[in-house]
């Protein structure tokens, strides 16, 4: 019934309930009833008219990178995919604002870009760079190491179109760099992983593309060195774009190849304005080496594109690579990263788990991948032991701890949102308020809603 | 309930009558704001914590009291006036600094403090908290965070949204809760990206968590002054394309000239049309070459003559003629009306063009004085407020200047708010779809209607 019902709306030809081709979206091991495939949002708002009244549960679907944020789904019954809505709606060189409609790649939204007038680019650089779409970096709130520079994605978004969970077509924010006109509900709908409304379509703010930019990676051998560099940097007033720390296994991952005596490495990326870009590499070589740097690498040219995209996109490495891969976000206050990257390595030797570290170290964010192969049922114990650690660690630094994605077996045993917040009574009440009948993604964000 | 009682009852909490205020002054004082509206509250109270502005709400949530927090009352769009009566929670106590981070680059103060005052207390560290509205020196936090407020600097640094990372606030109940934090991502719906910007109509703010950074290496300030109005928007628009993201890009036409050499002397020429101030900072490689692109595309379109300042004296002059300008146009009439549409910045020049006739066309001198960079207008229409025809008209060109910005595709405000004014105009940007959603956002933060009622949204139907 749902079958035919949806049928109507969007066509047979871009209906699907065939178990072989929904095995492509299986989330947390759970199979959707039917996957749909609107051509405009229009027909997205059908579909959830339909839906409200039928009493079915809808996911939205960009390129099901992130399938595996959130808690385990609690009812799943259809799909809506966004892949028909690719287009490009808008895009103002004079304004400098870009709309493209919610399924289009940000891959393809940057060759776009870069192709026009002097070339330009928005500035976000998330994981799953070739994949990952408008909507679903936007749902997820995805954002990428020059985030210190440019700020995440809710700096950078005029407006987003979305459907509303009764089917209503809203419109939040527009194309203006200012706007009070109403509630900022753009800022609601950004990291709410399709629990409010599913986006159609999305304006960017973007930039010409920088004169210059260009890596440098600074090695060190402890982390006291790593902490003193990075918040030296942090202190100074230069203004890099991206300041990351990597730990020996993250290094080892990305094949890098590092001295004996070298642990850690800072990577920074400065871009912008060509003479001060070459300042700050002169300065930040300077740093380095009164922080008692082993070696001081640079990076240009294809070299510097290609070492940031793998960075970038390491989820996608670990996930890949590591069946049994866990990836995990801490957030903490911005002087904390050396030594929450010190607290999970030591915890982590003692619980006998294997992790890559990657710190967001301007924003006081820290990536941690667990690398398991083969299994996971042996470590559950040592798993749920340290994560509930790291979670506390945390939350002591004023932050909390996200498992961005996770086997099934782990998901069921922890709290993968963290500790509850001060504040989710008002998550939980607008939730209700917005989706009454609980249809939208159920079950997987922020406390089950 | 009865006036007495109300007073009597905020007198137990506050347990301080000379901050409990009624009398006929203080009501005709507290009744406005620098909109051209009026309300009239029952009572003003000045709480001096967190604790008694929350029994304050749990009093009139019991009682149905309506309530509006205020600043300073610089609101331009009638946002801070009491419409319904009711109780007007002023915040001049609360003005503490409560912490300095500067390891973790955060600060935490009450709503109360001065924008400026708090700069000034970051400057010995070298840090700034960079949105800069242009009322900074009387404009409270507490009323940039509700009004979201911009300001000369957004064009480079975004606006007061991008720099507050959290609060601590009052809900409808007197509950008192804390939404964002130091740190950044932290899980659940961006409440504090909500909150900022809703005139105090969700919630009430009693600290307010920023961002701060390091205050940049150089500046370079420039003055470019324009034959005619066209030119300078054209400029504008070039920069931009150019790839140039200078700090700062305002422009003031000519009417707002001669106002601000009348009252401050910046230096401005009188006969030029139209004056840009630019202004570039960040590190100081490369910024000499990057005043020298700018000052090529302004003489592309034929610039009369570019100044740069010398030292921070000339900054400072040329930048009093901007900060200074509203006051300055103030004295040209008895009254003005501060329009704040904001359009795509390559609509600017033909937007401009139509703003200037509908002042023709009504016969009511308009002075512009606006943030170019953001496509952000604020054009002033002077008009003698004793004169109730005046009254009408000056509303009639406000509503047909934000008509002609949402036909460009911008937006009925940029900065300063829909609150009382404005509310008829929402329908120009929103369907009633937007609006019904938005109303849920209220429901969910104030379901009996009593935080700062009859703001934003038009009356459901």
């Known amino acids: 019934m749902m079958f035919s019902k949806a049928e109507e709306i969007v066509g047979r030809d871009y209906i699907i309930n065939d178990p072989g081709r929904l095995k492509d979206f299986t989330v947390d091991g759970k199979l959707p009833k039917v996957v749909v495939y609107p051509a405009n949002v229009e027909e997205i708002s059908q579909v959830i008219k339909l839906a409200n009244k039928e009493d079915w549960t809808v996911m939205p679907w960009g390129a099901g990178t992130k399938r595996g944020m959130g808690g ?67 749902a997820a709130n995805s954002s990428g190491p020059s985030r210190f520079l440019y700020g995440s994605t809710r700096d950078m978004i005029l407006g987003i179109g979305f459907v509303a969970p009764n089917g209503d077509i809203i419109r939040a924010g527009g194309r203006t760099a200012k706007n009070v006109s109403g509630y900022d509900i753009g800022k609601l709908i950004i990291g709410s992983l399709g ?55 993250a290094m080892h991952e990305l094949s890098m190849d590092i001295p004996d005596n070298g642990k850690y490495v800072v990577a920074i990326c400065t871009e912008g304005v060509k003479e001060s870009v070459d300042r700050q590499l002169k300065d930040i070589e300077e740093m380095g080496k009164g922080s008692n740097a082993v070696e001081v690498r640079s990076y240009l040219g294809e070299d510097h594109v290609n070492f940031w995209k793998s960075l970038s996109d390491f989820p996608k490495i670990v996930a ?46 820290l990536y941690s991948y667990l690398l398991l192969k083969d299994t996971i049922k042996e470590h559950l114990d040592a798993l749920v032991n340290h994560l509930e650690d790291m979670t506390e660690e945390a939350v002591k630094r004023d932050g909390n701890l996200v498992i961005e994605f996770a086997p099934v077996a782990l998901k069921e045993r922890i709290s993968v949102w963290g500790k509850s917040r001060d504040d989710f009574k008002i998550v939980q009440d607008l939730k209700k308020q917005i989706d009454p009948a609980g249809i939208l993604n159920p079950g997987r964000f922020v406390g089950g809603i | 309930m009865e006036k007495e009682n109300m007073i009597s009852a905020l007198k137990e909490i506050i347990k301080d009558e000379r901050y409990v205020l009624s009398s006929d002054v203080d ?62 929670i002023h915040f001049s106590r609360m003005d503490r600094v409560i912490e300095i981070d500067i390891e973790n680059q955060r600060a935490i103060v009450e709503p109360g403090i001065f924008t400026l005052d708090f700069k000034n207390r970051l400057a010995p560290y070298g840090f700034v908290y960079q949105p800069d509205p242009a009322s900074e020196s009387v404009s409270t936090m507490g009323g940039n965070f509700a009004e979201n407020s911009g300001g000369p600097l957004c064009f480079k640094y975004g606006v007061t949204t991008n720099h507050m990372l959290g609060a601590e606030v009052v809900l409808y109940n007197g509950e008192v809760t804390w939404v964002g934090g130091k740190a950044l991502d932290n899980p659940g719906y961006d409440l504090t990206g909500l909150l900022v910007g809703s005139e105090g109509t969700l919630a009430i703010a009693t600290k307010l968590l920023v961002r701060i950074m390091p205050a940049p290496e150089a500046r370079k300030t420039l003055l470019a002054i324009f034959d005619t109005l066209k030119d300078a928007a054209n ?25 601000v050499e009348a009252s401050v002397h910046a230096g401005y020429p009188l006969d030029a049309e139209a004056v840009l101030l630019i202004e570039l900072d960040g590190l100081k490689d490369g910024m000499e070459r990057l005043a020298d692109r700018i000052i090529k595309l302004c003489k592309q379109n034929k610039v009369r003559d570019v100044k740069a300042a010398k030292n921070e004296d000339e900054r400072a002059l040329l930048w009093a003629g901007r900060k200074g300008a509203f006051g300055a146009v103030a004295r040209l009439e008895t009254s003005y009306l501060c329009n704040d549409g904001t359009v795509p910045r390559n609509k600017l020049p033909e937007v401009l063009e139509k703003v200037v006739a509908v002042g023709k066309r009504y016969n009511l001198r308009i002075a512009n004085v606006f943030h170019a960079g953001d496509g952000n207008l604020h054009p002033l229409v002077l008009f003698d407020d004793r004169n109730k025809a005046d009254l009408e008209k000056v509303k009639l060109v406000g509503s047909e200047i934000l008509k002609i910005c949402a036909e460009a595709g911008g937006t009925i ?22 609006i019904s959603f938005k109303r849920k956002v209220k429901m969910v933060f104030d379901p009996e209607e009593i935080i700062n009622p009859g703001k934003i949204l038009p009356e459901a139907a």
């Open chain 1, 72 to 138: 385990i789904p609690r009812k799943f019954d259809m799909v809506i995919s966004l892949s028909r809505l690719n287009r490009i709606l808008e895009l103002e060189l004079g304004n400098l604002h870009f709309t493209g409609q919610a399924g289009m790649t940000l891959h393809e939204a940057q060759e776009t870009l870069a192709g026009k007038g002097r070339g330009y680019f928005i500035r976000l650089n998330p994981p799953f760079s070739k994949s990952a779409t408008l909507g679903g970096i936007v």
């Open chain 1, 195 to 249: 629990s409010l409304g599913i986006i159609s379509d999305v304006t960017f703010k973007f930039l010409p593309l920088p004169e210059k930019s260009a890596t440098l990676a600074v090695i060190l051998s402890s982390l006291e060195d790593t902490h003193d560099f990075t918040s030296g940097m942090l202190n100074s007033n230069l203004f890099p774009a991206s300041i990351e720390i990597l730990n020996t296994t």
């Open chain 1, 320 to 365: 890949e690579r590591y069946p049994y891969g866990i990836a995990c976000k801490s957030n903490f206050l911005i002087s904390k990263p050396a030594e929450m990257v010190k607290l999970w390595e030591d915890r982590a030797i003692k619980n006998g788990l294997s992790c890559a570290l990657i710190s967001r170290a301007g924003n006081g964010v």
């Open chain 2, 27 to 88: 009501l005709l004082l507290y009744g406005y704001d620098a909109s051209l509206y009026r309300g009239k509250p029952d009572v003003i109270v000045l709480p001096n914590t967190t604790a008694e502005v929350s029994e304050i709400m749990q009093f009139a949530y019991r009682e149905k009291i309506p309530v509006v927090a205020r600043g300073s009352g610089t609101n331009l769009t009638g946002g801070s006036i009491p419409g319904k009566g009711g109780i007007v």
């Open chain 2, 235 to 259: 400029t504008v628009s070039d920069i931009i394309e150019d790839g140039i993201i200078p700090a700062t890009l305002e422009m003031l036409d000519k009417l707002t000239i001669e106002a």
């Open chain 2, 413 to 434: 405000s940029g900065e300063h708010g829909i609150g009382t004014e404005k509310i008829k105009e929402m329908g120009l940007i929103f369907s009633d779809e937007d």
